[in-house]
């Protein structure tokens, strides 16, 4: 062990040029790598499994995006026709956009679960 840290220690003190922009920077702060190829370690096979979750998650969150969108727009699609069924005749006559109306849902126990007012703005 005493070696290994012996050497990282000279590590430190071997300086060294990068060819493309002349750095100077100690062996030690240098990111190594290598092509020859090792033995797989559990780290590897940890990361590689952290990877396909993220993919999986990114995945699922756009469809999640994709289904909710397609909620408001069925939702948005449902505002005209619940408008004129929520109001009298002689309101859904007047011109109105049913966009600008904004509903307030309150439970009355004796009635419906639901009722709808309305506010022009
Ligand atoms: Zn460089």
């Known amino acids: 062990m005493s070696e290994i840290l012996s050497t990282f220690t000279n590590f430190k003190n071997i300086l060294c040029i990068c060819p493309e922009c ?3 920077s100690r062996l030690s702060e240098l990111h190594l790598s290598s092509n020859k190829k090792t033995k797989k370690t559990w ?11 993220g993919e999986l998650e990114s995945e699922h ?22 408008i004129n069924a929520s109001l009298s005749g002689a ?5 109105y956009d049913p966009y600008d109306i904004k509903p307030i849902n309150h439970s009355i126990p004796a009635m419906d679960d639901f009722s709808l007012m309305f506010f022009y703005t």
């Open 22 to 24: 002349n750095n100077i």
């Open 61 to 82: 969150d756009s469809k999640a995006n994709e289904i909710r969108e397609k909620a408001i727009q069925r939702g948005r699609e449902q505002v005209p026709k619940m």
């Open 43 to 53: 780290l590897d096979d940890f990361e590689s499994r952290v990877r396909d979750l």
């Open 91 to 95: 309101i859904t006559k007047l011109k």
